[in-house]
């Protein structure tokens, strides 16, 4: 265990195959994420009644790439200053949690399930940009908008479940 611990530190430690490796992960959850939505939404969603302040699904993708991106870029800036293993296990659960998501609301169709889920990966986005206030201010200000895109979230799901 310590000499693979010892490679992942090593492989991490190199800055812009750091950069790669976040990205790749954090976009293999979104493919999950995505790949689970097109497969299970309809014509299950379409069945649901909506918030009328949901936005057309058109919407959904460049915002969640434009997220994806920035928290990646904000998780790598701390990484590559700090090499604090700890946040970046929690970018990773988080990560997790965000992926989650989609199978839990559109693969099980679970309304309630997926706020909880959301509501943890609302705790984790605000511990994290909490973090990153103090270790670095252009990554705190990439995740501003996932913090406010992940509270938005909530009250779309949370108004889903009121509404069906």
């Not at 379409?46 to 790439?65: E, I, M």
């Not at 706020?115 to 909490?130: G, P, S």
């Not at 990554?139 to 069906?164: D, G, K, R």
Request: charged content about 10%; cysteine-free.
């Amino acid at each position: 265990i310590f000499w693979h611990k010892l490679f992942i530190q090593q492989i991490m430690r190199n800055k812009y195959l750091s950069l790669f490796i976040i990205l790749i992960i954090t976009f293999v959850a979104s493919a999950i994420g995505g790949f689970t939505t097109s497969q299970f939404k309809e014509p299950w969603y379409s069945s649901l009644t909506l918030s009328p302040y949901n936005p057309p699904s058109w919407v959904f993708g460049p915002v969640w790439t434009t997220l994806y991106v920035f928290m990646s870029v904000a998780i790598w800036k701390v990484w590559t200053k700090f090499y604090e293993t700890k946040i970046l296990i929690i970018y990773f659960i988080h990560i997790l949690f965000n992926a989650s998501w989609s199978v839990v609301f559109f693969g099980f169709h679970e309304i309630l399930l997926s706020l909880i889920n959301l509501i943890i990966i609302l705790a984790m986005v605000i511990y994290l940009t909490i973090i990153f206030k103090s270790r670095d201010n252009l990554s705190f200000l990439l995740m501003v908008p996932y913090l406010l895109w992940s509270s938005y979230a909530l009250f779309l799901n949370a108004s889903i479940l009121i509404l069906n």
